[in-house]
């Protein structure tokens, strides 16, 4: 089996990559390096294409021999797609297009998705379930619904066999701090192990349901291998609310440091709490077990203090 990773330079792209070729499948990397670096695919033994999600020719020379897709390649971040919307809806919208078509032309026999929790956006209800309203806050959670959106509607429109995944917060190794669009865990723990104080937009009492990218793995690279579909996004992540405060106890926990923090302003588009109903996932994938925060929180902090 070969399948293509579409940002597979990435942070969830490059564990990927390796959780499938621990499971001896061939993969052929496209990335444009936007956000991403070659060296997260060193000891891989993927065919790495470089260029855009948005070049059809890249993703067709990509493409060839192809079994299934897994379309992780976008630009992340709330902040910004908020100082520059149309880049955002360019690469994860119409790239998400771009991709869809070329793999209908291919006869790519499946693909899966990563679209974002961040499409609920103001709806409150905790958990979410995946039939919740969505109403996005910022260009970046608006592009990831249209993308899901257009997923979906492949499936109905051309009987291909696709996967929208709803992620929530995804943390581990791999993920890095160091630039303005990092993600919490990362930030934390960089500041931890810099003895500075951790930065908090808000109070702290924003909550989110993080999940550590071995899991997201195990779960792709099953849906991969079994050509899971669903005619509904499908939440990926495993129910819990850790609050921002809670987060900091816990990194205070297993890292045996002081932890001092601070607080800042809240950021625009950022949602307040973030919970998942996985009802729909444990369906789909019965024998997937999440890493605990704790043992994935002891992992990345490993990993960010060896690669310092
Ligand atoms: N990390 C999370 O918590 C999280 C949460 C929700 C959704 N997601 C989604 O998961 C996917 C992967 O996220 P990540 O955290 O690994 O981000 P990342 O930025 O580390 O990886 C994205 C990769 O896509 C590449 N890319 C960007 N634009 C491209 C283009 N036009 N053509 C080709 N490659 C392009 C980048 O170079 C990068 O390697 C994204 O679709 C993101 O929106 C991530």
């Not at 919490?184 to 500075?196: E, Q, S, Y």
């Not at 104080?197 to 849906?223: E, H, K, M, W």
């Not at 990194?251 to 923090?261: H, I, K, Q």
Request: with cysteine; hydrophobic share 40%; proline share 6%.
């Amino acid at each position: 089996m070969r399948l293509l990773i579409t940002g597979g330079a990435g942070f969830i792209g490059s564990n990927l990559t390796k959780a499938a070729e621990a499971e001896n499948i061939d993969v052929t990397v496209l990335d444009d390096l936007s956000t991403g670096h070659r060296a997260n695919l060193d000891g891989t033994r993927a065919r790495f294409v470089e260029g855009s999600v948005l070049d059809r020719r890249c993703v067709r020379d990509a493409l060839t021999g192809v079994d299934t897709v897994v379309h992780l390649a976008a630009l992340g971040s709330v902040p910004r797609s908020i100082k520059d919307p149309m880049a955002s809806h360019m690469a994860n919208a119409t790239g998400t297009l771009t991709v869809l078509e070329e793999s209908r032309d291919a006869g790519v026999e499946h693909i899966a998705v990563s679209s974002s929790s961040s499409v609920y956006g103001m709806n409150p209800a905790l958990p979410k379930g995946e039939r919740e309203w969505v109403r996005p806050m910022s260009p970046y959670a608006v592009s990831k619904l249209a993308a899901e959106q257009y997923v979906l509607a492949y499936q109905q429109s051309f009987g291909m066999r696709t996967l929208a995944f709803r992620f929530f917060n995804v943390y581990g190794p791999g993920q890095r701090a160091g630039h303005v669009y990092a993600a919490v865990i990362p930030v934390f723990i960089d500041a931890m192990l810099r003895g500075v104080p951790l930065p908090i937009n808000g109070d702290g009492s924003n909550s989110r349901d993080f999940t550590y990218v071995r899991t997201v793995c195990q779960v792709l690279v099953d849906a991969a291998t079994r050509r899971v579909t669903h005619p509904e996004p499908v939440n990926l992540a495993f129910g819990t609310n850790t609050t921002l405060t809670s987060l900091v106890d816990t990194l205070r926990d297993v890292s045996g440091r002081p932890v001092e923090v601070e607080h800042r302003e809240p950021r625009p588009g950022d949602v307040s709490h973030s919970q998942a109903d996985n009802a729909t996932l444990r369906s789909l994938f019965p024998d997937i077990a999440p890493v605990t925060l704790d043992r994935g929180l002891t992992e990345t902090l490993a990993w960010m203090e060896a690669s310092r």
